[in-house]
Nanobody, 121 residues
Framework: QVQLVESGGDLVQPGESLRLSCAASGRIFSINAMGWYRQAPGRQRELVAR???????KYADSVKGRFTISRDNAKNAVYLQMDSLKPEDTAVYYC???????????????WGQGTQVTVSS
């Protein structure tokens, strides 16, 4: 079994910064990619940023230039530095890891419990 534990969500004012952290633990053979998704009330969950094992990254257009994703392979951890936050960034942010836990040949998606980010004046 694999667990993802997130931290860093908070209430901030527009223009401020936050850093989210997520660490994966448990039976992990290899990690293909880790990333962050978010879900605002009444909206579908959407990709925010993702980083693969080769360090290639992908960002949602709405966060390009403001958010930066990074990864610590030794710690099985992923981080999301969020700068110039806007009210529309308000959502529950979920950590995701696509990994092999040894139960099959295939990678499986694991999710964290979510952390609330609220941007409001």
């Amino acid at each position: 079994q694999v667990q993802l534990v997130e931290s860093g969500g908070d209430l901030v004012q527009p223009g401020e910064s936050l850093r989210l952290s997520c660490a994966a633990s448990g039976r992990i053979f290899s990690i293909n990619a880790m990333g962050w998704y978010r879900q605002a009330p009444g909206r579908q969950r959407e990709l925010v940023a993702r980083i693969r094992s080769d360090s290639s990254t992908k960002y949602a257009d709405s966060v390009k230039g403001r958010f930066t994703i990074s990864r610590d392979n030794a710690k099985n951890a992923v981080y999301l530095q969020m700068d110039s936050l806007k009210p529309e960034d308000t959502a529950v942010y979920y950590c995701n890891a696509n990994l092999n836990d040894g139960s099959s040949w295939y990678n499986i998606d694991y999710w964290g419990q979510g952390t609330q980010v609220t941007v409001s004046s």
